[in-house]
């Protein structure tokens, strides 16, 4: 996958956080997808102007590139982020399917300047009942109904 790597691309990235960093529109994250060396998209993380938890480079990024490419599978794409990406992105990622992710800053550096993620991960390994946010399961006759009607429908679009 190393051959897939273009520097450019990356350094675009990081350009990109740098600017949104400096202009105080969100936070210093940005991240390109990259399909047969064009860029489809190009997205910095804004989650404070838009008031969106979710708005990160990398969410915003695979929405644009997946909607320019009108599908939800990003097969035979690049990402290229200016840090490791967060648990949120990391499973927006594997949902999209990307060949590849190339990233330049880390985990620990972003958490030298307060983006600090291990709570995310220390949490996921707590049993629900132990966690800082409880998660509570309850039981519900209908609660397999979704799964079923899913189950049945011949129109289904697998992902």
Known sequence: MNDLYKEHYLLRAIELAENNAKNGTGGPF???????DVIIAEAVNTVTPDKDPTAHAEVNAIRIACQKLNTFR?????IY???EPCP???GAIFWAHPDVVFYAATQQQASQSGFDDSFIYEQIALPNDQRKIAFIHKIVA??????????????KVTY
Do not use: H, R, Y
Request: aromatic content about 6%; hydrophobic content about 40%.
């Open 30 to 36: 940005a991240a390109l997808v990259v399909k047969d």
């Open 81 to 83: 982020a200016s840090c």
């Open 74 to 78: 990003l097969d035979g794409c690049q």
């Open 142 to 155: 209908i609660s397999e109904t979704p799964f079923q009607q899913w189950s049945s429908n011949d129109q």
């Open 88 to 90: 949120m992105c990391l």
